[in-house]
């Protein structure tokens, strides 16, 4: 018998303890039981290494994970350094955690192959992608396996989890995955710069939401910061930011627009890194910090709205790597992977490549602040697309007001670009253009096979916000009136930046959301499209056969054109949020006809539901 070596027995005994360890990983994830739409997190050990190591964690490694599902459907989700995995807690540095999130669309058994790998910068490179990448060891082609289970009815309505992952679904309007719900955003705008906030570490503000402290409630999360700016490092200070989630969603605001990273900008306070300078080098506690409130806001029905760049700091990544001589910096490419890495599991997400992208200062033509290009801004869209295992919302920030040339340059713009999904539109409260600007955009992608989403997400304004019936006429109507899918409410005069309390801006908020209520309770508006031909005193959508709804600034002038038939008519006024039965008509005419004023305030806005009348 031939005689069995040392050097034979350790590589048998390390064939099994492999084998025996897989298993065990194996029957873990077989008894692991994931509500459907939930989050599903694997933590896993890997080689101790720190926010400043190298080779760097954020580079120089990169995790991914093939899910497959119970109809095998695969989706490669990319993973993350996490530290000791408690960070938002311990505010730990080091640790050998790494970290996998997603949120499973079936029900049944799934089963995931994990892959870990090292090579300089490889976390740059998109999997399957040819490169000179080796095994990092550890947990390499690992598999497992988990239930996804029917989930318990939620506490509340609001709470995504109810109605699953909100997807572009090749139509003007996002659409939830599991409800089938279709969506149409009141959000907000400001303060953009909500991640400013002295209750994450390391963050150089005192901003503290003092205000809204007490719309926090017994069950909501805390946190404890270490933040040399701040005076208060006890758990009440992160109860400002969550209590301003609250209050928001409290007035069914269901979006929130914010920069992820501002450096060199008009707050010059955000950022996900150790420091503005250190582009590679990731604040592992802040980040985990940051997910607390974006958790909250989708338990509270709120859209987390991820701006990643300022017109300031267009640049940034590719001016620090080689002043501009390259188009897509690595840096950048880490930046959008950690980003997703991190927050890609949430369910109702809007991935913004920049605020007022492309802004053509000749202040700003050197350095961070150079405007991108065409070229890079579907570069960038397609590599975001890359991450993506789920059909995202991913869309660009024109700039400034009223310039919309990304869209529509002749011969060099993004209009209907695959890549991108939607048009995140800046106008001007006060110029009457919005309906206009809309309808534009709306119309030129509507008949494309990759039909754009399109909200107007900041309609400019000068000074503080003073006149509601203008916002609710000229911008909130004629926003969903021009078929569009959303609006946001900036605050103006600043307080984009620096407004804490948002209650004196109860008004807006309520004329977004009476709006987005009406639309969702009352009519079919995926089935309608903007058609400006039926009036010329106000707005319309139709079906063109059966429903058209109206929209009058002024009732008294409600002339309108329609195939001559008899209808039934309501009204709704947007002011008090009052639905009231009207009464049949008939048209017998060829020319335009004056439509019954309603009830009271007849020179005032309201809105009209005609339907055709059965015989």
Known sequence: MKKITIKRLLLISAFFASFIFSALIRAEQTSTHVPIWHKLSLTLEGPHTSELATPNPFTDYRLDATFTSPTNRQYTVPG???????????????????????????????????????????????????TNEQSAGFFDKQIGEFNVTTATKSSSSKDFKSKGKLEYVNKPYLQ?????????????????????????DATPTKRNYQAHIKHWQNSDPTWQTINTETDNSSHQSSKGIIGLINYLASLNINAYYFLTMNAYGDGDQVWPWLSKTQTTRYDVSKLAQWDIVFSHMQQKGIMTHFVMSETENESLFEWNESQLKNDFAVSRKIYYRELFARFGYHLATTWNIGEENGWQDPSGDDKQQKANTTKQRKQFADYFQSLTYYPEHIVVHNGPSLDYHIYDKPNDNILGYPAYTGASLQGELKTNTTYGDVLKYRQLTQNNPHPWVITMDEAYIYEYANNVDTWRKSNVWATFMAGGAGIEFYLGGGGDLTEQDLTPYKDYYLAMTNAVAFFQKYVPFTKLTPTPELTKTGWALSDNSAFYLFYFSNASQAQVTLPNACYTLDWFNPRTNNYINGKRFCVNTATSTQLATPPNTPNNDWVYLINLSAK
Do not use: C
């Not at 960070?87 to 995931?112: D, I, M």
């Not at 939830?176 to 906030?197: C, Q």
């Open 80 to 130: 993350y350094y996490a530290a000791d995995a408690n960070t938002a807690q311990t505010h730990a540095t080091a640790g050998n955690k790494w970290q996998v999130l997603f949120s499973p669309n079936e029900l049944g058994k799934w089963r995931y192959t994990l892959s870990f790998v090292k090579g300089r910068n490889i976390a740059s490179v998109p999997l399957n992608t040819i």
């Open 176 to 200: 939830f995955n599991g409800s089938k719900e279709y969506f149409l955003k009141a959000g907000a705008n400001s303060p953009e710069v909500l991640l400013g906030f002295s209750g994450f």
